[in-house]
């Protein structure tokens, strides 16, 4: 049987068990998927599991993305450019970070709708996931993205690896096509983010990374103010459909069966 192992710090909440062991299910596939909480100090045995074969594939999280890296043989292009790894693999022996959040929110922003190509793009927050963003972003072909982070300097030091962004004082408001939650403020539902919407119309995207709760008051005034909204689910789904192609070599299948499962 093959074992596959998503580490973090917290990792109680994660769903990428359920989802990969539904999807072995679903393919007939003899493996079994777990999660382990872990602490920095602890990256190396992880590490010396998969290259002892007692692992076949490791999905990183939170705060755990960038730390890895040292630990690896070679990273993919994607990773690099983001220095975030959220996929690990075996290839000729070697161990392989992969950055698989990037297409997870390309694909997950194909299914709201909006078309991203020429517009502005606002970000809030400049954590872990900031960078997977951006690289899809200017993938898409965005005009322009600003970002607004608490702690300013962490938004300034995006700057070394996407040259073209600009970033403005967290409260600053400026214009937007989109406007991308990013931080971790909504996790709690009484959460709210003091900027000030009312005067927007209702052709903008808001869309929240978070995904539980599922609307988050962000999202909330999104809604209110007539505009699309989008949280997180999606963009978790096809991370994890990317990671399970990469191992399995498998398309796995997304339908309502699956979100249904999910929301359980
Ligand atoms: P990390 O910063 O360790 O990568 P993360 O969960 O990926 O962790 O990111 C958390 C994001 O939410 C950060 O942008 C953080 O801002 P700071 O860099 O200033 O810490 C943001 N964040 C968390 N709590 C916040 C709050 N109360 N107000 C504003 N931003 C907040």
Redesign the pocket.
């Known amino acids: 049987m093959k074992k596959y192992l998503v580490i973090g710090n917290p990792i109680d909440h994660s769903l990428s068990p359920k989802l990969h062991n539904y999807w072995f299910e679903k393919n007939n596939i003899d493996a079994n998927y777990d999660k382990r909480k872990i602490i920095k100090s602890e990256i190396q045995k992880v590490i010396s599991e998969i290259k002892d074969n007692k692992l076949d594939g490791i999905n990183v999280t939170?705060?755990f993305?960038?730390e890895i890296i040292p630990f690896l043989d070679t990273l993919s292009e994607e990773s690099k450019i983001t220095q975030s790894v959220n996929t690990i693999y075996i290839h000729d022996k070697k161990l392989v970070g992969h950055n698989t959040d990037i297409k997870g929110f390309e694909l997950s922003l194909n299914e709201t709708q909006f078309n991203p190509l020429n517009k502005i793009v606002f970000i809030?927050?400049?954590?872990?996931?900031?960078p997977s963003i951006i690289y899809a972003l200017e993938k898409l072909g965005v005009s322009k993205i600003i970002v607004s982070?608490?702690?300013?300097h962490?938004?300034e030091n995006l700057k070394k690896y996407f040259s073209n962004i600009s970033v403005v004082d967290?409260g600053d408001q400026p214009e937007f096509d989109m406007i991308i939650n990013?931080?971790?403020?909504g996790l709690s539902k009484e959460?709210n983010?003091e900027l000030n919407f009312n005067n927007i119309n209702n052709e903008k995207l808001f869309y929240d990374v978070i995904y539980n709760p599922k609307e988050t008051n962000f999202l909330k005034t999104g809604k209110s103010l007539g505009c699309k909204v989008s949280n997180g689910k999606m963009m978790f789904i096809y991370q994890a459909l990317e990671a399970f192609k990469l191992w399995h070599k498998i398309q796995p299948e997304i339908n309502d069966d699956l979100r249904n499962f999910l929301d359980t």
Not at 149 to 152: E, V
Not at 182 to 185: C, V
Request: aromatic share 4%.
């Open positions: 939170v705060p993305k960038n809030l927050g400049a954590g872990g996931v900031v982070n608490r702690t300013k962490k938004a967290w990013a931080t971790s403020l959460d983010i």
